[in-house]
């Protein structure tokens, strides 16, 4: 009797470091993805501003400074409204 509830035991905390491996391996997959995640929106920002300010150049050079800026703080507005829509109608 005792030697079967010691072996139960040992096969329970035998689980539970198996689960507890699985479970460390799985949080450093996370971690992993998250940082990447980071990486790339960083990327995806910095993409974005040098393409605004490349945009702002060549209206600059074409338009007057003033005129230049209102129509590229237009085109981020319609990135950013166009980005909106998309992640309303991924949580939707």
């Not at 072996?7 to 479970?23: C, G, K, N, P």
């Not at 997959?29 to 490349?54: E, K, P, Q, R, Y």
Request: aromatic fraction near 10%; charged fraction near 10%; proline fraction near 1%.
């Amino acid at each position: 009797m005792i030697k079967a509830i010691i072996d139960l035991v040992i096969a329970f905390l035998s689980l539970i470091e198996t689960m507890t491996r699985s479970l460390r391996s799985a949080v450093v997959n996370l971690g992993w993805g998250l940082a990447f995640i980071a990486i790339a929106a960083l990327l995806i920002l910095a993409s974005m501003v040098l393409f605004l300010w490349g945009l702002y150049q060549y209206f600059a050079a074409l338009l007057s400074p003033v005129v230049s800026a209102f129509m590229v703080s237009l085109v981020a507005l319609v990135l950013a409204v166009v980005a909106g829509c998309i992640a309303h109608r991924r949580v939707s």
